[in-house]
C-alpha cells in the first residue's frame, strides 16, 4: 500500500483556495499545467511509500501515539511557491508552522519506527501542491498572483493517515486518488 501521513484543510479552507486557483487557471498559459482536484489538497507530513499490509498496523499505532502527543494547532492556507525549476506549484501556509513541522518529525519519526520508511527531510515546509508543469511554463507569475492570498484560519486537530492510488489507465492528465486510511485526533487521550 502506498500511504502517507497529511493534515487535510477543512471544506472552506478549500473552497477559498479553489476560489483562489480559478482566477490562476485564466492566467496565459495555465492550460499547460497540470492541475490538482481540491478533493485531493493535502499538506504532506510524512510519505512512505510502499508500506507491506503487515506493517500497517505498527504504523497506525505509532502515528496514534504521534497524535496523542500533538496538541490541536491554528492553521491558514497562505501564500504559494515553486519549486524543482518550475515543475511544482504551491500553496503556502501560516499560522502554527513549528507545530506542524514538530507534527511533521513526529509522523516521519513514526514511520521509521514502524519500519515504514518515512524519510527524514532537512527542513519541513508546508505546502500544499495545486500544480504541476513540465519546466517549460515560467510559474512566477502564479507565485506572484498567491502572494497575497491569505485565508480564513482552522484549527488543525486530527493527523491523517492517507493511501494513495497511482493512475494506472495510461489516460493522459489523470491524477492519483487519495484515501483517508486511519485518522487521530491531536491531543487525544490514549
Do not use: I, N
Request: aromatic share 8%.
Amino acid at each position: 500500500m502506498r500511504l502517507f501521513a497529511a493534515v487535510l484543510p477543512p471544506p472552506g479552507a478549500v473552497a477559498e483556495l479553489g476560489r483562489e486557483v480559478r482566477a490562476l487557471r485564466r492566467l496565459a498559459g495555465a492550460d499547460t499545467l497540470r492541475w490538482t482536484q481540491p478533493d485531493g489538497w493535502h499538506f504532506t507530513l510524512a510519505f512512505y511509500g510502499e508500506v507491506p499490509e503487515e506493517t500497517v498496523p505498527e504504523l497506525e499505532r505509532r502515528l496514534e501515539r504521534a497524535a496523542a502527543r500533538s496538541t490541536p494547532f491554528p492553521l491558514a492556507l497562505a501564500g504559494g511557491g515553486s519549486f524543482g525549476r518550475d515543475r511544482a506549484l504551491w500553496a503556502g501556509a501560516c499560522g502554527e508552522l513549528p507545530a506542524l513541522g514538530r507534527l511533521a518529525e513526529r509522523a516521519q519519526a513514526a514511520g521509521r519506527r514502524a519500519g515504514a520508511g518515512g524519510e527524514e527531510h532537512r527542513h519541513y515546509r508546508a505546502h500544499l501542491t495545486l500544480a504541476r508543469g513540465k519546466g517549460d511554463t515560467a510559474l512566477r507569475p502564479y507565485v506572484d498572483a498567491l502572494a497575497e492570498f491569505a485565508g480564513t484560519a482552522w484549527t488543525v486537530g486530527e493527523l491523517v493517515l492517507v493511501r494513495s492510488h497511482l493512475p494506472a489507465s495510461g489516460v493522459p492528465g489523470e491524477q492519483p486518488r487519495y484515501a483517508p486510511v486511519a485518522r487521530w485526533a491531536l491531543g487525544a487521550a490514549r
